[in-house]
Nanobody
């Protein structure tokens, strides 16, 4: 099981980035997927989760209205569109997938497979 995250980088405040996460060796279409992030010295936090159906979407309060999670099952890829970025969004972003189609809550414990992380730095 392998998840490959990409799309991170350095962006100015107010800018945008789109993260991608491609799965290999298994398909995403029957699994809930999610994005988490971890800033230096902080715990990993949930950013957004989405069920296999595309419903059941969750966003953390800190990113609501700025970030959008999506999935393209035909491409076996999930995305996180990040707009209006602020310095507080600086972190390593991780994609993750569960072993089931929906999960009770958008928390680390429900996600089994993790990507390697991609660094997002928001700075002027």
């Amino acid at each position: 099981v392998q998840l490959q995250a990409s799309g991170g980088g350095l962006v100015h405040p107010g800018g945008s980035l789109r993260l991608s996460c491609a799965a290999s060796t298994f398909t995403l279409d029957s699994r809930a997927v999610a994005w988490f992030r971890q800033a230096p010295g902080k715990e990993r936090e949930a950013i957004s989760c989405i069920a296999s159906s595309g419903g059941g979407t969750f966003y953390a309060d800190s990113v609501e209205g700025r970030f959008t999670i999506s999935r393209d099952n035909a491409k076996n890829t999930m995305y996180l569109q990040m707009n209006s970025l602020i310095p507080e969004d600086t972190a390593v972003y991780y994609c993750a997938t569960s072993a089931v189609s929906t999960v009770p809550s958008c928390t680390v414990v429900h996600y089994t497979y993790w990507g390697q992380g991609t660094l997002v730095t928001v700075s002027s």
